[in-house]
């Protein structure tokens, strides 16, 4: 046998066992299953198993990142959320004949935190894409609507 083959191997070997310790180590097992929900867009559930994965062992990156990802993920979702709410209100709003200059006050808030909080959003190369693009819509919808309630 060479050397070569003797080195491959011995590398397969060594991926082989590094595979069933993180299948069989529960922490491990809690990163996987915080991942699954996470990629299934189960926000508040990926962050409770990636927090015990990670209380479980601290030196458990997997555990780690999913952990971070979550965070900025139930950002994006709670800015959403947020603006959800806001444009139902605006639009109650704006179904009375006339606004006076408390609701316009009002509206102008809304707007205003919405801009805010949008520059606190930092996504990054794992964060939904839809996330990050409705967001961004309903940041350039509260952008549009401070400039015509700013006139």
Excluded at 86 to 111: F, L, P, Q, V
Excluded at 113 to 142: C, G, R, W
Aim: hydrophobic share 45%; charged share 20%.
């Amino acid at each position: 046998m060479n050397t070569k083959t003797l080195f491959l191997l011995l590398a397969l070997a060594f991926l082989f066992i590094m595979g069933i310790y993180v299948l069989v180590h529960p922490s491990y097992q809690k990163s996987l299953q915080a991942k699954y929900f996470f990629e299934m867009g189960n926000y508040k559930e990926a962050l409770v198993l990636a927090k015990e994965a990670f209380s479980m062992d601290v030196y458990n990156r997997m555990a780690s990142t999913i952990m971070a990802q979550t965070i900025t993920a139930l950002k994006y979702a709670s800015y959403i959320e947020m603006g959800e709410k806001y444009m139902a209100a605006i639009n109650i709003i704006a179904t009375h004949e006339n606004i006076s200059d408390a609701d316009t006050a009002k509206i102008r808030t809304m707007c205003e935190i919405m801009v805010a909080e949008y520059i606190k959003l930092a996504p990054s190369v794992i964060t939904d894409e839809n996330l990050v693009q409705e967001a961004s819509e309903y940041h350039h919808k509260f952008e549009k609507l401070l400039e015509k309630v700013t006139r």
